[in-house]
């Protein structure tokens, strides 16, 4: 069972450069969610879905765009990376219902 | 929104002590609290939680309680052992939307020999 993958788990841009963070989830999941960790500053919520074609904006949506076509993959997209942009990004999925959030590994993200 | 605050922000306490990590809330909304611990470079992991209409709950050596009147809640870890070095995050939501986990900013808990 491998719960919430995210790829890549590192990766390094250019300022200016743009990026899909990818995350799929085989637990059939309804809720999915993206945060970014930064340090001093704990998880902030960036996007979530409640179900497929379901996106809304979390805490601090500027900059990254989301989809959810399927209900097993939430990509994170970064139109134009800026150095402020540079953390540590944790995709969540959650079971309607309940209450547990499966964390993914993380990508950690950084913008030169 | 949501807004929760987490104290203390670091932690030290000798193996054996007890550690205690507090956390407040704003939104008279929020019914659900989970903690998750996040040992370096890996994810978060739940490792208790609980709901608005329960105001204890326990699981070996770690316990939450919880007062809604105060809007506060807080994670105790008895007879601490070195393994439980992490960081810790308290969070609160409604369950309603609980893919919305509002986080505190994290204690860092460090339990020396």
């Known amino acids: 069972n491998a719960g919430v993958t995210q790829t890549p788990k590192f990766q390094v841009l250019k300022t200016g450069q743009s990026m899909t963070l990818q995350c799929a989830q085989d637990?059939?999941?309804?809720?999915m969610s993206w945060y970014r960790q930064d340090p001093g500053m704990g998880l902030r919520l960036i996007h979530y879905?409640?179900?497929?074609?379901?996106?809304d904006q979390g805490e601090v949506p500027n900059g990254y765009n989301v989809s959810r076509s399927t209900t097993e993959d939430f990509p994170l997209r970064l139109l134009s990376a800026a150095p402020s942009q540079t953390s540590v990004y944790f995709c969540?999925?959650?079971?309607?219902?309940?209450?547990?959030?499966?964390f993914g590994q993380g990508t950690r993200l950084t913008v030169v | 929104g949501e807004n929760v605050e987490q104290h203390p922000s670091t932690l030290s306490v000798q193996e054996g002590d007890s550690a205690v990590i507090k956390c407040t809330y704003s939104?008279?909304?929020?019914?659900?609290f989970p903690w998750y611990k996040q040992e370096l470079g890996k994810r978060p992991q739940l490792i208790i939680d609980?709901?608005?209409?329960?105001g204890e709950k326990k699981d070996q050596r770690i316990a939450v309680t919880l007062n809604k009147t105060a809007k506060h809640f807080s994670l105790h870890i008895t007879e601490t052992q070195p393994e439980d070095s992490a960081v810790y995050f308290c969070?609160?939501?409604?369950?309603?939307?609980?893919?919305?986990?509002?986080f505190g900013t994290g204690t860092r808990l460090q339990v020396t020999l």
């Open positions: 637990m059939n999941h309804e809720y």
């Open positions: 969070a609160a939501s409604n369950t309603g939307t609980a893919s919305k986990l509002t």
């Open positions: 879905s409640v179900g497929a074609g379901i996106t």
């Open positions: 969540a999925s959650r079971r309607t219902g309940a209450t547990e959030a499966f």
């Open positions: 939104d008279s909304a929020s019914n659900y």
């Open positions: 609980i709901r608005s209409n329960v």
